[in-house]
């Protein structure tokens, strides 16, 4: 695959990944009367993005589809079981399955975006670290 096919990849990837982001943040939070199967449908949806842009950054770096699948799984486990531990570690006092369950909503919502969170994350990360 040439650069200019893979620039042009993580520029769709951002893309639709900031849109899918935005419509579930809407749907969320503006909308009373949420259909139980369509939020389902579209966390399933921000997952599956998460796990393709995983997939496409592990792709660039090791250009073994195998490898990338594998890493792409655990990426996604990471990020939900990682950032999920911080903040009820660092909530440890108000910590409760409400917060939890908030948490890991607001991380699906978030997971389209991850090739754009991730600075911000490896910034945390050298923090915390």
């Known amino acids: 695959m040439s650069e200019q096919k893979?620039?042009?990849m993580k520029n769709k990837l951002i893309g639709f990944g900031i849109f899918l982001s935005a419509v579930s943040f809407l749907y969320e939070y503006l909308?009373?009367?949420k259909n139980g199967i369509l939020t389902a449908f579209i966390m399933l949806i921000d997952i599956?993005?998460?796990?393709l842009?995983?997939?496409y950054l592990s792709f660039i770096v090791y250009k073994n589809v195998r490898k990338s699948v594998a890493n792409a799984i655990l990426g996604?486990?990471?990020y939900?079981?990682?950032i999920s531990g911080l903040i009820m570690t660092a909530m440890e006092k108000h910590a409760s399955q409400q917060l939890f369950l908030t948490v890991m909503e607001t991380l699906?919502?978030?997971g389209p975006m991850i090739i754009l969170l991730l600075p911000l994350l490896y910034i945390l990360g050298e923090?915390?670290?």
């Open 6 to 8: 893979l620039y042009e």
């Open 127 to 129: 923090i915390l670290g």
């Open 76 to 78: 996604s486990l990471l």
């Open 48 to 51: 599956a993005w998460l796990a």
């Open 53 to 55: 842009n995983a997939f």
């Open 31 to 33: 909308i009373d009367d």
């Open 80 to 82: 939900f079981s990682g």
């Open 108 to 110: 699906i919502y978030l």
